[in-house]
């Protein structure tokens, strides 16, 4: 199974991502977190401590090779399996952990060697590796331009209870349905009542997007971050977390 989780910036997709990943694991299965985003966060929400260097994956790792037509396509020059295992850093319960890049310095140009990259390691995993892999996208919807998840089973959007946070999801999944992306589900994050509630549920009816999750609003993720320790590990039985398992357990029960 592979699982895309996106969202607009602040939607709480890293938290939703790594948590995920971490309850996958708890399960007894092999994951790989694939962390995406220009600005990586999923180390830490994983549960690898903030003080040990996560490098990133080298971006010299596409080839352009020549196919029988003449035309020209761009291939990994390793294997999923050699990435892992040279780039990949371990993380609690025995998750694998690939971070694609990041912008370390102004005037350093795209990213777009990195995502291409992460769209071929994934695409590559499917028929390779018998694992979930969890892949925190980029903020916003330029991962979908880009066709970095063209091969996942689902997509899961994650949106707050306000109008700018849910119309990203409905142009996410716009975008989506031209990839084929077999599943597309919301996960309500950061849910404080009924009201919120009401309003995600009603604009999703109104837009033809199904919620899978809702994800209560905790106090917890807020201080897990400010101790710089992963929200799974910080209260394992909170709200949010908890949430978090049901979601994995739902998905695994429709994709196992």
């Known amino acids: 199974m592979k699982v895309a989780v996106s969202g607009k910036g602040g939607s709480g997709k890293t938290t939703i991502s790594g948590t995920l990943s971490r309850a996958l694991a708890s399960e007894g299965y092999d994951v790989l977190a694939i962390d995406d985003d220009e600005n990586p966060n999923l180390a830490l929400t994983v549960g690898v401590p903030r ?15 020549e196919l029988p037509n003449g035309e020209t396509e761009l291939e990994l020059s390793k294997s999923p399996e050699e990435i892992i295992e040279q780039h990949g850093t371990d993380a609690p319960d025995g998750i694998q952990l690939l ?9 350093s140009g795209c990213m777009c060697r990195a995502h291409s990259t992460a769209r071929e390691v994934l695409s590559g995993v499917v028929e390779t590796r018998d694992e979930v892999t969890v892949m925190d996208m980029v903020a916003g919807v330029e991962h979908l331009g880009r066709g970095t998840t063209k091969d996942v089973d689902v997509l899961l959007v994650v949106v707050e209870p306000y109008y700018k946070s849910l119309e990203t999801g409905r142009r996410t999944r716009d975008l989506a349905a031209e990839l084929d992306i077999p599943e597309v589900q919301v996960v309500a994050n950061k849910v404080r009542d009924d009201a919120d509630r009401e309003a995600i549920e009603e604009f999703c009816a109104d837009n033809d997007l199904t919620i899978t999750s809702v994800v209560p609003y905790d106090d ?14 910080y209260d394992p039985e909170g709200p949010a977390v908890t ?14």
């Not at 971070?99 to 005037?107: F, I, Q, R």
């Not at 917890?220 to 590990?233: F, H, L, N």
């Not at 949430?243 to 196992?256: I, M, N, Q, Y």
């Open 51 to 65: 003080e040990q260097p996560v490098p990133p994956v080298p971006n010299d790792l596409l080839e352009r090779v």
């Open 220 to 233: 917890a993720i807020r201080r897990a971050d400010q101790e710089g320790t992963a929200p799974y590990d």
């Open 99 to 107: 971070k694609m890049g990041e912008v370390d310095h102004a005037g």
């Open 243 to 256: 949430a978090v398992a049901e979601l994995a357990d739902d998905l695994l029960s429709r994709h196992h």
